[in-house]
């Protein structure tokens, strides 16, 4: 199954646009958990097993991983989802973008060593630099389009010599001449309603992942009407902190189920409103 069937079913069986980040800061962990040498691992999998039953995708962040030589337990978790909650796609938020050999690697390490399903890619080095991932014809590669950090608007709200700005760019050739597999996706920000109808008017039903509710302080309602599709999908829509940092004992896993519940119904009472 591709990755984008994967995640129409997700969006369909469970109702729900929601993609939990995962973003396991060690300082910010359950003291209980301080001190044991699988505490990232044993975090992620209980937020994951938590949360499962109101999400349609999992997002780990690998520098949060990496950073702590945790790589070996990013496996173990991919492989606890794929085996435990099948049917949830896995998006490896890794940001890659780098010359066609080099590629190829970060494919191989997204796809062959993790076992992604997906994987976050720049394309400020053309396309070259992400038919690597287009190579592994039922994995999904998500572009980078219109970032809801704040100095995305440097490069990519700048226009080109026929007025168009660069985030519009790079969507048309990601909906077009870039898209071999059929597999690709746009990351835009729910900070940015404006540029996700933009959006979503260029590439059709392709899917967005929206980072940027929750934390962030991107608007709910806003985002899911510029984003939507007419079916009322379309769209995986990231909180992280908001999520797994409900909670600081014991029971956080509850608190981060009831904080994914919330979130997921939040996104829900818009899906269908008029736009």
């Not at 939990?20 to 910010?28: A, K, Q, W």
């Not at 007025?163 to 990351?187: F, M």
């Given at each position: 199954m591709t990755f984008i069937d994967q995640l129409r079913a997700a969006w369909h069986d469970r109702d729900s646009l929601l993609c939990?980040?995962?973003?396991?800061?060690?300082?910010?962990l359950p003291a209980h958990l301080r001190g044991n040498p699988d505490a990232i691992f044993e975090f992620c999998r209980t937020i994951v097993d938590a949360t499962a039953p109101y999400?349609?995708?999992?997002?780990?962040?690998?520098?949060?991983?990496?950073?702590?030589?945790?790589?070996?337990?990013?496996?173990?978790?991919?492989?606890?989802?794929?085996?435990?909650?099948?049917?949830?796609?896995?998006?490896?938020?890794?940001?890659?973008?780098?010359?066609g050999s080099t590629a190829e690697q970060y494919a191989k390490e997204a796809f062959e060593r993790y076992q992604a399903d997906a994987v976050t890619v720049n394309p400020y080095m053309g396309f070259d630099s992400i038919a690597p991932y287009l190579g592994y014809e039922n994995k999904g590669v998500i572009v980078l389009c219109r970032t809801s950090n704040p100095g995305g608007s440097d490069?990519?709200?700048?226009?080109?010599?026929?007025?168009?700005?660069?985030?519009?760019?790079?969507?048309?050739?990601?909906?077009?001449?870039?898209?071999?597999?059929?597999?690709?996706?746009?990351?835009?920000?729910?900070?940015?309603?404006n540029e996700i109808a933009a959006v979503r008017a260029i590439v059709g039903d392709m899917p967005l992942l929206i980072p940027g509710v929750g934390a962030q302080g991107g608007d709910v309602a806003a985002t899911v009407k510029a984003g939507r599709t007419a079916d009322g999908s379309g769209m995986m829509i990231n909180s992280s902190r908001a999520i797994i940092y409900a909670g600081s004992g014991v029971d956080f896993g509850q608190a981060a189920a009831q904080a994914a519940c919330q979130t997921r119904d939040a996104i829900n009472e818009h899906r269908s409103a008029p736009r």
């Open positions: 939990v980040g995962l973003d396991p800061e060690p300082s910010r999400a349609c995708a999992f997002k780990p962040q690998i520098a949060y991983f990496s950073a702590q030589r945790a790589e070996i337990q990013l496996e173990r978790l991919i492989a606890h989802i794929h085996e435990r909650h099948p049917g949830l796609p896995v998006v490896l938020d890794a940001k890659r973008g780098d010359i490069l990519q709200f700048l226009r080109t010599a026929d007025g168009q700005p660069l985030y519009e760019v790079v969507a048309r050739l990601a909906a077009g001449p870039w898209n071999t597999s059929g597999q690709i996706g746009l990351v835009v920000g729910a900070t940015f309603p």
